[in-house]
């Protein structure tokens, strides 16, 4: 759901905190990769001038002899380090809406990225300007702030934005439609294969179990693929 006012500012994760106490030193290695460029870090936000509704902040500007690049700086846990390929512009999808975004902010047309990866996997990726993107990005910027501006709520895509939207029923019923009933149908028949599959679960929890015994663990070439721990209650966990 959108809101229109501030929003709290919760206390950022560990992730989140360690990105952004790495970035200056991600940012220099960068700068020491390529002494032939100079790295700006931009203190400002930049607007597009007749839209000033869409901005973008940079992590920083590179004056490079051929002209002006965007630099983006990231870190990436070793769980997220698939998304990153090995070509120089396999990187996450999101990734490249952003810097397609920031093109369109600045009218720059190469954002480079310097991901570090584990913490010690440094990369460089580049993203160019694609402007059939950037087209469609507009598109659904500008019709965001539309509704924004009319204060139209978005569509509710989960359970949670229904109740976000209508945290009361008004009392009134009226006869399904043929789509509605279709939908409820198929909510009783996943529902039912879930309770199944958690059948199935319990099941194999007690099978594993059994055969395990008091083992702490079985393993596949050392490496644990089943574990248990006594809680406090007297059961078991399979891991």
Same mark, same amino acid.
């Given at each position: 759901m959108v809101s229109t006012e501030e929003p709290d500012i919760a206390d950022p994760s560990d992730?989140?905190? $360690? *990105?952004?106490?790495?970035?200056p030193v991600i940012t220099n290695e960068y700068q020491l990769r390529?002494?032939?460029?100079?790295?700006?870090?931009?203190?400002? %936000?930049? $607007?597009?001038? %007749?839209?000033?509704?869409?901005?973008?902040?940079?992590? *920083?500007?590179?004056h490079a002899p051929s002209g002006d690049e965007i630099l983006e700086v990231k870190t990436a846990g070793l769980r997220s380090a698939h998304e990153w390929g090995e070509d120089d512009d396999a990187i996450p999808e999101a990734y490249v809406c952003q810097a397609q975004h920031q093109m369109l902010v600045t009218g720059l047309a190469v954002v480079r990225f310097a991901v570090l990866i584990g913490g010690q996997d440094y990369r460089e990726y580049i993203v160019n300007r694609n402007d059939d993107l950037i087209n469609n990005l507009s598109a659904i910027l500008d019709n965001f702030w539309g509704m924004v501006q009319s204060r139209t709520p978005p569509d509710p895509l989960t359970a949670e934005d229904v109740r976000l939207r209508w945290p009361t029923d008004s009392g009134a019923t009226r006869e399904a439609n043929t789509l509605e009933i279709s939908y409820v149908r198929q909510l009783r028949e996943v529902k039912e294969r879930a309770k199944i599959l958690r059948m199935e679960e319990e099941g194999l929890k007690a099978d594993i179990q059994r055969r395990m015994g008091d083992l702490s663990a079985l393993t596949v070439g050392g490496e644990p693929i089943a574990t248990w721990k006594q809680q406090t209650k007297k059961g078991y966990t399979v891991a």
């Open positions: 992730a989140a905190h $360690f *990105g952004n106490a790495l970035q390529h002494p032939d460029v100079h790295v700006q870090v931009p203190n400002v %936000t930049h $607007f597009l001038k %007749t839209r000033p509704y869409i901005s973008a902040s940079l992590d *920083g500007l590179i």
